[in-house]
């Protein structure tokens, strides 16, 4: 073993930035690292691809906990794992002493950023619909505020008319079509999507004791016999 404490050690960098997956979708980390490395008593072929692979490998499991916008706590959480190197005689190298250095791109921080700026619009839209959009008399107020002068009867009207129509198409069409929406899953033919809207249509007036398809269809296949004649 004082042999091996002998050998030189060597160093690996990474001039060329190797990409890290993160937690956000779409964009990657620029990774740079620095690896000190002592090839094992019995050395193999292609060991500094070795040292470098599992490197990259230890690094990538840390990267992908993190999202884009904690770039430099990722980069401490991965040189915080590099920091214990691991012994085992399978590795074929000892006394590792890796670093990282991890950066953002400027597309990827370009992308970001419209995320980061998408997902806050999304927020305060949401905030608007659950706290002003939903309620009638506040939408209208919140009109009157933006506009300064004072609206006319129709137009106050109109504003009612369209925040109600909100609020019952959240209530009322939007679960419906969210039903028909599942029902249609099983037809990519719009012929049979438009038959099963029918079977559906059917099945309601049915539930409802309602015998007006029955007498229509009735006519229907009175009027189909008397063509054929």
């Known amino acids: 073993m004082k042999w091996f404490w002998q050998r030189r050690a060597r160093t690996i ?3 060329q930035p190797r990409m890290l997956h993160c937690a956000t979708p779409g964009i990657n980390f620029e990774a740079t690292f620095t690896i000190e490395w002592r090839p094992a008593l019995r050395t193999r072929l292609n060991l500094e691809d ?5 490197t990259l490998a230890r690094a990538s499991e840390v990267a992908q906990l993190f999202p884009a916008v904690e ?3 990722a980069q401490d959480a991965i040189n915080a794992e590099l920091g214990a190197p691991e012994h085992t005689r399978a590795t074929g190298y000892r006394c590792l002493a890796a670093r990282v250095e ?3 791109s ?3 921080r370009e992308d970001l950023a419209q995320q980061q700026a998408d997902e806050a619009r999304v927020r305060r839209l949401r905030f608007l619909r659950r706290n002003l959009y939903e309620q009638p008399d506040l939408f ?3 009109r009157i505020e933006k506009q300064g002068d004072w609206p006319g009867a129709q137009q106050v009207a109109e504003w009612q008319r369209l925040a109600r129509w909100m609020v019952a198409a959240d209530e009322w069409w939007q679960p419906i079509l969210d039903q028909w929406e599942k029902v249609g899953q099983g037809f990519n033919d719009i ?3 438009n038959r099963a809207m029918l079977a559906l249509c059917d099945a309601l007036q049915k539930l409802k004791g309602d015998d007006s398809s029955d007498d ?3 006519a229907s296949s009175t009027a189909e016999g008397r063509r054929k004649e």
């Not at 070795?50 to 599992?54: A, M």
Request: aromatic share 4%.
């Open 140 to 142: 209208v107020l919140d």
């Open 102 to 104: 991890l950066a953002l």
């Open 71 to 73: 770039v430099r706590t």
């Open 191 to 193: 012929e049979l999507q």
């Open 50 to 54: 070795l040292v470098l692979s599992q």
């Open 106 to 108: 400027e597309s990827s």
């Open 216 to 218: 229509s269809s009735v």
């Open 13 to 15: 960098y990474c001039a």
